[in-house]
Nanobody, 126 residues
Framework: QVQLVESGGGLVQAGGSLRLSCAAS????????MGWFRQTPGKEREFVAA????????RYADSVKGRFTISRDNAKNTVYLQMNSLRPEDTAVYYC???????????????????WGQGTQVTVSS
């Protein structure tokens, strides 16, 4: 079992930056693939970014590539999402997710993640 708590959301102007953090409980954080997803009302949860166990392998949605950076600190049981050049269309509730199963190529699918945080709101004003 792992519990995830996101923080760092808020209101920012277009072009600004935010850094989301997700703190995980438990002593096996390094064995979890970690991901960030986002959701707006009436839409399905959307993949944003993911990082594999060691932190060296990452994947991004095309919509955030070059603007967002995912990273993890296994010593601190924390995964981060640095968001730069924010746009109004980035407005959403952002969720942290963890998977301790075989992810393989489906790292961008919400179906492979078995633990979720409560979400943090990010609002980008134009």
């Amino acid at each position: 079992q792992v519990q995830l708590v996101e923080s760092g959301g808020g209101l920012v102007q277009a072009g600004g930056s935010l850094r989301l953090s997700c703190a995980a409980s438990g002593r096996t954080f390094s064995s979890y693939t970690m991901g960030w997803f986002r959701q707006t009302p009436g839409k399905e949860r959307e993949f944003v970014a993911a990082v594999r166990l060691s932190g060296r392998s990452t994947r991004y949605a095309d919509s955030v590539k070059g603007r967002f950076t995912i990273s993890r600190d296994n010593a601190k049981n924390t995964v981060y999402l640095q968001m730069n050049s924010l746009r109004p269309e980035d407005t959403a509730v952002y969720y942290c997710a963890a998977s301790n199963g075989p992810v393989l190529a489906a790292i961008d699918s919400s179906n492979v993640y078995n633990y979720w945080g409560q979400g943090t709101q990010v609002t980008v004003s134009s």
